[in-house]
């Protein structure tokens, strides 16, 4: 069965580091999404990507994240400098607009446990 | 501003006893999912509900929706340990180029004990 991956699963960094978190969507998949999950939270949106393009990162702090899906398959999402408040779960999600009766349903990669200390 | 609430936000449920959780939203949506995640892990896709009246069920878990009084339910028969996790409602946007952002709910920690 087609799963969404990412790397690592675990990080544990100090604060003023840079950090990377890698996603590869389900084949096929020309939407991404990364979100951000603080413990005891729902998931919060920080960047979606229509293929290799930018359609909403409204959410994502720019000053110190970035995101890029250079040939819009995998994509990356960087920290820097960390701070301490950016401790998390970061998870990405990929969906196709062409699910049929399962319009636009995301499914979600198993994480990044970030620590930041 | 898409809000969108959960209650209870705690649940402690008896082996063999039902119950409901919650899903009110803010703004006009046609598109609810519920996801279910357990402690560390990611969230699994449960029932996605495109339309006003639409209810779906598998196995112990019941969804519907009710997008003229922007509600969902999670209905919960005859519960069992395995069911034990946090669940979680999203809502999609109406339209609009953010078709795919999802807002979701703060979550419903549900444990079941005998």
């Known amino acids: 069965e087609a799963e969404v991956a990412q790397s690592p699963r675990y990080k544990i960094t100090e604060k003023s580091q840079a950090v990377a978190f890698w996603c590869d969507p389900i084949?096929?998949?020309?939407?991404l999404y990364w979100y951000r999950q603080i413990l005891g939270q729902g998931p919060e949106l920080l960047v979606q990507?229509?293929?290799?393009?930018?359609?909403?990162d409204s959410q994502l702090p720019k000053d110190r994240f970035s995101a890029e899906r250079l040939k819009g398959v995998d994509s990356t999402l960087k920290i820097q400098p960390a701070e301490l408040g950016d401790s998390a779960m970061y998870l990405c999600?990929?969906?196709?607009?062409?699910?049929?009766?399962?319009?636009?349903?995301?499914?979600f990669g198993p994480g990044t446990r970030l620590t930041v200390l | 501003e898409l809000k969108v609430e959960q209650n209870p936000l705690f649940l402690s449920m008896q082996e063999g006893k039902n119950y409901t959780i919650y899903c009110n939203y803010s703004?006009?949506?046609?598109?609810l999912y519920w996801y279910r995640q357990d402690p560390g892990k990611s969230l699994e896709s449960l029932f996605v509900?495109?339309?006003?009246?639409a209810v779906k069920q598998e196995g112990r878990l019941m969804a519907s929706l009710d997008t003229k009084a922007r509600l969902s339910t999670l209905h919960i028969t005859a519960a069992v340990h395995d069911l034990s996790a946090t669940y979680f409602c999203?809502?999609?946007?109406?339209?609009?180029?953010?078709?795919?952002?999802?807002?979701f709910g703060q979550g419903t920690i549900l444990t079941v004990h005998p």
């Open positions: 999203a809502v999609g946007p109406a339209g609009g180029t953010s078709y795919g952002k999802l807002t």
């Open positions: 999600a990929s969906s196709s607009p062409l699910a049929g009766p399962s319009y636009n349903e995301q499914f």
């Open positions: 084949s096929g998949h020309a939407t």
């Open positions: 509900l495109l339309s006003n009246g």
């Open positions: 990507f229509q293929d290799e393009s930018v359609v909403d």
């Open positions: 703004t006009t949506s046609d598109r």
